[in-house]
């Protein structure tokens, strides 16, 4: 028995990696050939060259529009942080059906066209819209514009994405053991000491996993800051797609990628060896 | 939203000209395209727009054009100019038959993505090996409650901002806007091309403040047009009247309308290209396409089938006879400057 179990432990069980197979071959066939013939599009396209690197990384548009793109995804993270974290603690904290009510209306965008969902926006902001008009029967005589702003764009956004923010968070809130509280009490931490000190790091692997998830997918919007945002904003990800349907400068648009997915590659490693990738899906 | 964009005027480079002939059979192997099944001959693939676009050409293109001839048509959506590269490259057609702007056909003549023609469906029917279907044009659409005693008569009132104050809308496609630009900046219409790309920027800085939105999809045009957002907007003649329809308290102008053309092209190399070419003649023949472009809100190119349109359609449409004298053609071969470049310079100009 105890000579069995020691090779069962020594040898390598292979079986579970043969399951894997069929789903590397799809991501081979499917993803990783594809991504290498972009690599190596950006390269050759249109003919062998470095120059479309060259310009993206000295051609001020391109500056500007990978650094809007990075500002915008920092800025829906922050307000998908603020506005998760304390709904995330109020589901946490409340009975399992009124949990699940919440969970429901906030996954409810989900189950909308993505179209409907940003025409809605600029019915609702729109300077006909119900918005402005309880504001100027209130009395504001000029209202702001609140549409074609970057906070009608900031707003969207964050009601896409907050989902994915706030079910991290809650499940990681919903694994705290209520006894470290009792005991962080018991010990005198009170209020915002026991906040700071006690359940913020307890979370904190739940904030981490939303704000990385959250970045990353707002990195590649762009329909939503163009449709409802200032002229101003322009993702990286319109761009390419500018680049290769209308031009046809696979070459330019491939660089553009390869680049986003880079920095992208940087962001996540950093977040590994902070917190472990494995970690992202809670 | 790439969706919305048809016709982008262009030129091409040699290199991306000699890439694609040499390069097709090396890169071929790297693409990964979904192979589609199709039986040989009696079935066409046509790329469409889909929505309203492809229920029109059900109706009074593809539907008919089985009737009399057998051939089966089946539709890829939406239409895209960079798969049509893609299958040429490749070799995998995933469509026979597809319809470009006036900019993309000259690229894509160029480039050689598409069949010859050598026979013309209707006297001047073939410009680049594309056979011209059909038209539209960006025209002036104002809010009558805000421009009680009449709106802008043409791109000089647009740019106007003491005359008609209050925020406007421009399409974000720059290679349309800029001729409108130099029209307002008084260029007059036979000296428009080559475009003076300098002045026109010029030209735009006078409004960039007042451009409350450059819209990048024809229904939200429509909506902010309907909705009051802006007060003046430079917009697609059927989405102006689908605000109209809608009850918007708006008002239009033909004149120095800018019109695109449509143009029905067969994939190069496509293993249907006999029934191809057999389809597009039909498409473009008088009857079929005046049942298409009145139910598309467009205007026919074939004037033969201008006699097919009841008065009262053929008055919004850009074709016309009293509407044709007012409006102009853009001249995509003699723009002057690569399409590319003019884009990349707007966004430039758009982010500062």
């Known amino acids: ?282 | 939203m790439t969706n919305d964009r048809p016709g982008t005027p262009g030129q091409m480079t040699a290199n991306r000209r000699t890439f694609l002939k040499t390069g097709s059979a090396a890169l071929g192997t790297a693409f990964v395209m979904p192979h589609i099944a199709r039986a040989a001959d009696k079935v066409l693939y046509i790329n469409t727009w889909g929505g309203p676009w492809e229920a029109a050409a059900r109706a009074n293109l593809f539907d008919p054009f089985t009737k009399e001839t057998g051939i089966e048509i089946r539709t890829v959506s939406p239409v895209s100019f960079a798969k049509l590269a893609a299958q040429v490259k490749t070799g995998t057609y995933e469509f026979d038959i597809t319809t470009l702007g006036g900019g993309e056909l000259v690229r894509a003549n160029d480039v050689k993505l598409i069949e010859p023609w050598t026979t013309e469906p209707y006297k001047g029917a073939v410009f680049q090996n594309g056979v011209a279907s059909h038209a539209f044009a960006t025209i002036i659409g104002y809010r009558k409650d805000k421009y009680p005693n009449g709106g802008p008569k043409d791109w000089k009132d647009f740019w106007d901002v003491a005359k008609f104050p209050g925020p406007r809308s421009l399409q974000r496609y720059p290679v349309r806007v800029l001729p409108l630009a130099l029209l307002a900046d008084g260029v007059p219409l036979d000296k428009l091309y080559p475009l003076d790309v300098d002045r026109a920027f010029k030209s735009l800085d006078k409004i960039k403040q007042h451009v409350r939105v450059w819209w990048t999809a024809g229904n939200q045009s429509a909506q902010i047009l309907r909705d009051g957002e802006v007060n003046m907007i430079g917009i697609w003649h059927s989405q102006f009247f689908t605000a109209q329809d809608a009850g918007a308290p708006v008002g239009m102008t033909w004149n120095q309308g800018e019109t695109d053309v449509a143009y029905w092209v067969v994939a190069k190399g496509s293993p249907n290209a006999a029934a191809a070419r057999k389809f597009i003649e039909f498409a473009v023949s008088a009857k079929p396409l005046a049942g298409f472009v009145t139910q598309a809100s467009y205007g026919p190119m074939n004037p033969a089938a201008n006699e097919f349109i009841p008065a009262a359609k053929a008055s919004r449409m850009p074709t016309s006879k009293e509407n044709r004298s007012q409006i102009f053609d853009q001249d995509i071969v003699k723009l002057g400057a690569d399409p590319a470049d003019i884009s990349r310079r707007f966004e430039e100009w758009l982010a500062a």
């Open chain 1, 1 to 282: 028995m105890q000579a069995t179990i020691s090779r069962l432990t020594e040898r390598p069980n292979l079986w579970p990696w043969l399951l894997l197979t069929p789903l590397a071959v799809y991501l081979a066939v499917f993803f990783l050939v594809p991504l290498i013939d972009v690599v190596v599009m950006s390269f050759t396209e249109p003919r062998l060259t470095l120059g479309n690197y060259a310009h993206v990384v000295t051609g001020t548009l391109y500056q500007r529009v990978f650094i809007n793109t990075f500002a915008t995804a920092a800025l829906v993270t922050i307000v998908c942080l603020l506005v998760g974290y304390p709904l995330a603690y109020l589901m946490s904290r409340a009975s399992p059906r009124t949990a699940m009510l919440i969970l429901a209306l906030v996954t409810m965008s989900f189950w909308t066209s993505f179209l409907v969902r940003t025409y809605a926006w600029m019915v609702l902001l729109g300077d006909s819209g119900p918005i402005i008009g309880f504001l100027k029967a209130v009395g504001f005589e000029h209202p702001p514009h609140l549409l074609f702003t970057r906070f009608a764009s900031t707003l969207a956004m964050v009601h896409i994405l907050a989902p994915y923010m706030i079910m991290n968070i809650y499940s990681v809130m919903r694994k705290i053991d209520p006894v470290l509280i009792r005991s962080a009490q018991s010990l005198g931490a009170r209020g915002a000491s026991l906040f700071r000190h006690v359940y913020l790091p307890l979370t904190a692997p739940g904030i981490a996993n939303g704000s990385v998830l959250v970045f990353v997918i707002c990195l590649g919007f762009y329909v939503t800051p163009v449709l409802l945002g200032s002229p101003r904003e322009q993702m990286i990800a319109g761009l390419i797609g500018t680049e290769i349907e209308e031009f046809l400068a696979f070459g330019r648009g491939s660089a553009m990628a390869i680049i986003l997915l880079l920095i992208t590659l940087v962001i996540l490693t950093i977040y590994h060896r902070r917190f472990g990738l494995d970690k992202l899906w809670g």
